[in-house]
């Protein structure tokens, strides 16, 4: 059965996307640590990421550098963190995560509860930085 991600991918569920590429997606987790908290996976549904081939990792990281540099621009922070843990969803993703303090990237804490309008802003805000990024590469 597919994944969730995989779903996502594939257009049967929805995402508030921020980047997307033929072979990575990235899009706004749904239960926050922070506003801007973001998901980047490989298209393919790769369970665990240590099993991602050596030839798309370099760029499955690249991909995740310019995310990051995009969620820089638009949410406040002093850097962005990244976390992987992969116990929920068997498909190989990458948690960008704002942060102001190490309790930011604390996953037990709290998440964050955004409106619909809210999750939109800041996924479109990020997909425009993002977008201003690559038109320079
Ligand atoms: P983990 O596999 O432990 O890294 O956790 C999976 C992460 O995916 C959690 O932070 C969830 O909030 C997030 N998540 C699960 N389903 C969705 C979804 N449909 N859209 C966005 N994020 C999701």
């Given at each position: 059965?597919?994944?969730?991600?995989?779903?996502?991918?594939?257009?049967?569920?929805?995402?508030?996307?921020?980047?997307?590429?033929?072979?990575?997606?990235?899009?706004?987790?749904?239960?926050?640590?922070?506003?801007?908290?973001?998901?980047?996976?490989?298209?393919?549904?790769?369970?665990?990421?240590?099993?991602?081939?050596?030839?798309?990792?370099?760029?499955?990281?690249?991909?995740?550098?310019?995310?990051?540099?995009?969620?820089?621009?638009?949410?406040?922070?002093?850097?962005?963190?990244?976390?992987?843990?992969?116990?929920?969803?068997?498909?190989?993703?990458?948690?960008?995560?704002?942060?102001?303090?190490?309790?930011?990237?604390?996953?037990?804490?709290?998440?964050?509860?955004?409106?619909?309008?809210?999750f939109q802003?800041?996924?479109?805000?990020?997909?425009?930085?993002?977008?201003?990024?690559?038109?320079?590469?």
């Amino acid at each position: 059965m597919a994944s969730i991600f995989t779903r996502i991918v594939n257009r049967e569920i929805p995402c508030y996307k921020v980047a997307e590429d033929d072979r990575f997606l990235a899009f706004l987790d749904i239960n926050p640590l922070a506003q801007g908290h973001t998901l980047v996976i490989p298209k393919e549904e790769i369970d665990y990421i240590f099993e991602i081939p050596d030839n798309l990792l370099g760029d499955y990281f690249r991909f995740s550098k310019s995310v990051a540099l995009a969620i820089e621009q638009v949410i406040p922070c002093q850097r962005i963190g990244i976390a992987v843990i992969g116990l929920e969803v068997p498909h190989a993703h990458i948690h960008l995560v704002p942060l102001q303090t190490i309790y930011d990237i604390d996953f037990k804490k709290p998440k964050l509860n955004l409106t619909t309008d809210e999750f939109q802003s800041i996924a479109g805000q990020i997909a425009e930085a993002y977008e201003r990024i690559c038109s320079k590469e």
